[in-house]
């Protein structure tokens, strides 16, 4: 398939408009821009620790979750001599190096309903005033443990951190946004929901959310490896014929005690 193509049918589905209402950096990154693209590599993050392996399958295409420029190229080079001349380098290889980040967060398909799909949600809808997020309905009523370490082993996670507002509380509904979205759990309160999930949350975070008679659960950022294969499932959606290798090089940090 010509990449101008492939690339055209995935922004309708995960429109770059919504990643510029987050001030989000997408699309291009590095690299040629080949003319057509057959074997695909997935990857969280592009970096020299999984790069050697990326490259070793000879992709036409490398698609990542989290862009490596996060910004204007001349504002991210003149602050960052490494990375400049990473991307640089790059560019003398023949393979398109693109990235969807916030669109396919929010977009329908993408990592939030993949992940309310993991949790085996139902009636899944995007909150009202956090459409990034998703919320939904737990198989069946848990108390907030329950809750807790049920989906932690659906999202594959090595931890949660469980800020327990309301111990009391029956868990029926639970919102979710993948990576470091602990700042939306307000929406998620105000919708409704019996437990918020995300990740990256700062301690003031969690005082509020404890302050607040809320439950909150914080997990890995690394959950988001679901968009390996979301994605991976989306593109033979659009071509059965292309070769689309995941790498899960992303791993959680390690809980020592």
Request: glycine share 6%; hydrophobic share 40%; aromatic share 8%.
């Amino acid at each position: 398939m010509k990449t101008r193509t492939l690339l055209t049918k995935l922004g309708r589905l995960y429109p770059k408009r919504i990643a510029l209402k987050h001030n989000d950096y997408v699309g291009y990154m590095a690299g040629q821009k080949v003319e057509e693209v057959k074997r695909i590599v997935l990857l969280l993050d592009l970096d020299e620790i999984v790069l050697e392996e990326a490259l070793s399958h000879k992709p036409d295409l490398i698609l990542t979750h989290h862009p490596f420029i996060r910004g204007t190229r001349a504002k991210v080079f003149a602050r960052d001599e490494k990375k400049k001349a990473f991307a640089l380098w790059l560019d003398t290889l023949p393979v398109t190096v693109y990235s969807m980040h916030t669109n396919f967060d929010e977009a329908p398909n993408g990592m939030n309903d993949a992940l309310a799909e993991k949790l085996e949600l139902s009636a899944v809808k995007p909150l009202a005033s956090e459409p990034m997020a998703r919320g939904g309905y737990l198989p069946y009523p848990m108390t907030v443990e329950e809750a807790a370490n049920y989906i932690v082993d659906k999202l594959e996670a090595t931890y949660g951190l469980l800020v327990a507002g309301d111990k009391e509380r029956e868990i029926k509904r639970v919102a979710i946004i993948g990576g470091g979205g602990s700042r939306d759990w307000p929406a998620a309160m105000a919708e409704g929901y019996d437990m918020y999930i995300s990740g990256d949350a700062p301690h003031y975070v969690r005082r509020d959310v404890m302050n607040a008679g809320y439950n909150y659960l914080d997990v890995p950022h690394e959950i988001e490896n679901a968009f390996l294969w979301k994605m991976k499932e989306v593109l033979l959606t659009i071509d059965p014929s292309f070769e689309v290798i995941a790498i899960k090089h992303e791993k959680p940090p390690v809980v020592i005690k």
